[in-house]
């Protein structure tokens, strides 16, 4: 079946720090790659999304690349910002098929 | 893209009693989801409701405990029924629009079963 693994967290960092959030999949097919954000007391927002392998998907400051090769979608910003914490999932669809989400990752920037 | 909203934002609800949520979306969309999130947790989707069919439950969920609606192609309700304190959670409902390869999400409904 298909599925998301994501480096767990928290993970806090200073503000201006350099954020990585490691994302790797196992799909049958060829699945679209997506960031969702979650800021406290808030639903789900997309943050970006890769349809195809090589694509880099990238919104506020945040770029994630789909790479086939080694089935991962690491999202990374250069200099976050204490607006920046919040709970992030990695995600993953095939087409026909559910969303599969992986278990989130909480990110707190320290002024 | 579309957008979502949700009624109610959160309840406290008491033991043995249901809440119905309410999924407002602003264009026409076949299909739909609700998820659960338990705290701390990621989401788990509960079941799929396409408009004209019955809904698709997930391993795990079924209709007498969360009996969903689907009557037009903009909005759907979930029912929690006969509620426990493991029913606490976020519960989340979401869209596909046509043509669009991503979910849109509402700002979910935070529940508290006492």
């Known amino acids: 079946g298909n599925s998301v693994t994501q480096m767990e967290g928290p993970v806090t960092l200073s503000e201006e720090a350099f954020l990585t959030i490691n994302c790797t999949y196992t799909?049958?097919?060829?699945?679209?790659l997506f960031w969702y954000v979650q800021y406290p007391g808030e639903g789900l927002q997309l943050l970006l999304k890769?349809?195809?392998?090589?694509d880099k998907g990238s919104n506020k400051g945040f770029e994630a690349t789909y790479r086939k090769e080694t089935t991962s979608f690491h999202l990374e910003k250069g200099s976050v910002q204490v607006s920046d914490s919040a709970v992030y999932f990695c995600?993953?669809?095939?087409?026909?098929?559910?969303?599969?989400f992986g278990p989130g990752t909480r990110l707190s920037v320290l002024p | 893209s579309a957008v979502i909203s949700q009624k109610p934002s959160r309840d406290i609800c008491q033991r043995g009693t249901s809440l119905t949520i309410q999924c407002q979306v602003d264009?026409?969309?076949?299909?739909m989801f609700w998820y659960r999130q338990q705290p701390g947790q990621s989401l788990t989707l509960i079941a799929t409701?396409?408009?004209?069919?019955?809904?698709?439950?997930e391993s795990g969920f079924v209709i007498d405990k969360f009996p969903i609606s689907r009557p037009n192609l903009t909005f759907s309700t979930l029912t929690v029924s006969n509620m426990s304190p493991e029913d606490s959670s976020i519960y989340l409902c979401?869209?596909?629009?046509?043509?669009?390869?991503?979910?849109?999400f509402g700002p979910g409904t935070r529940l508290t079963v006492l």
């Open positions: 264009s026409q969309v076949t299909m």
């Open positions: 979401s869209a596909e629009p046509p043509s669009y390869n991503e979910q849109f």
């Open positions: 409701a396409n408009q004209g069919s019955e809904a698709t439950y």
């Open positions: 995600a993953l669809m095939v087409y026909g098929q559910n969303f599969v």
């Open positions: 890769a349809t195809k392998a090589d």
């Open positions: 799909a049958t097919g060829y699945p679209s």
